[in-house]
């Protein structure tokens, strides 16, 4: 298994739309297993900018990291795609052992 994860701001757009809402549109259309988008509370990238949920004058454009986690030929097949809407940023592609999987009923009622 392959896990890819996009590190990106909050306010970074594609085509008016954010990167990493169009990351998990993407992923589900490609029918791959899941997406999940993790809101950061505080870092910095490439522009060295601290970003920040504690002040309120600095909680504008917070980290976000969109994970997928899929077989790795459906990770890689799928990397173009994110690597298109992604203008600033970084993505990594990292080897997982998936230890449980578990699926419970679609209402999430055990």
Do not use: C, K, N, W
């Not at 297993?33 to 504690?54: D, K």
């Amino acid at each position: 298994m392959l896990r890819m994860t996009v590190y990106l701001g909050e306010a970074d757009q594609y085509q008016h739309h954010p990167v990493f809402s169009e990351i998990v549109q993407r992923a589900h259309r490609a029918g791959l297993a899941g997406a999940s988008v993790f809101h950061g509370i505080e870092g910095f990238g490439s522009t060295s900018l601290i970003h920040t949920a504690r002040l309120l004058d600095l909680a504008e454009d917070l980290p976000v990291a969109v994970v997928i986690i899929d077989e790795e030929q459906r990770i890689r097949d799928f990397l173009p795609q994110a690597e298109e809407v992604v203008t600033q940023g970084l993505i990594t592609l990292d080897r997982v052992e998936v230890v449980a999987h578990r699926i419970g009923p679609a209402d999430g009622r055990g």
